[in-house]
Nanobody, 117 residues
Framework: VQLQASGGGLVQAGGSRRLSCAAS????????MGWFRQAPGKEREFVAR????????YYADSVKGRFTISRDNTKNTMYLQMNSLKPEDTAVYFC???????????WGQGTLVTVSS
């Protein structure tokens, strides 16, 4: 499966942004999907994941209550709605796909989100 993340940009603190991850290739609905991010000078970290049908989601504590992950299997697309953004949310955001939980084999190219204070 090929993944392409989009939607990044510059946003003010307190604002919102929605990221998209478009998938092509094998059946999108067969993958667990996740969002990760990597801030400048830091290691990549988990942000959120969603199961095959979208009925189960899981978030990192740092984004819980502010970010919402979702997917539309009819459009082969996953989303990350980010609200109440903080400067510490500034990072390159990556989408990834897994066939087995926590084993993400396929990665998108990343999209940069910059939150200004």
């Amino acid at each position: 499966v090929q993944l392409q993340a989009s939607g990044g940009g510059l946003v003010q603190a307190g604002g919102s942004r929605r990221l998209s991850c478009a998938a092509s290739g094998r059946t999108f609905s067969s993958y667990i999907m996740g969002w990760f991010r990597q801030a400048p000078g830091k290691e990549r970290e988990f942000v959120a994941r969603i199961n095959w049908g979208g009925g189960s989601t899981y978030y990192a504590d740092s984004v819980k209550g502010r970010f919402t992950i979702s997917r539309d299997n009819t459009k082969n697309t996953m989303y990350l709605q980010m609200n109440s953004l903080k400067p510490e949310d500034t990072a390159v955001y990556f989408c990834a796909a897994a066939t087995v939980a926590s084993q993400y084999r396929y990665w998108g190219q990343g999209t940069l989100v910059t939150v200004s204070s």
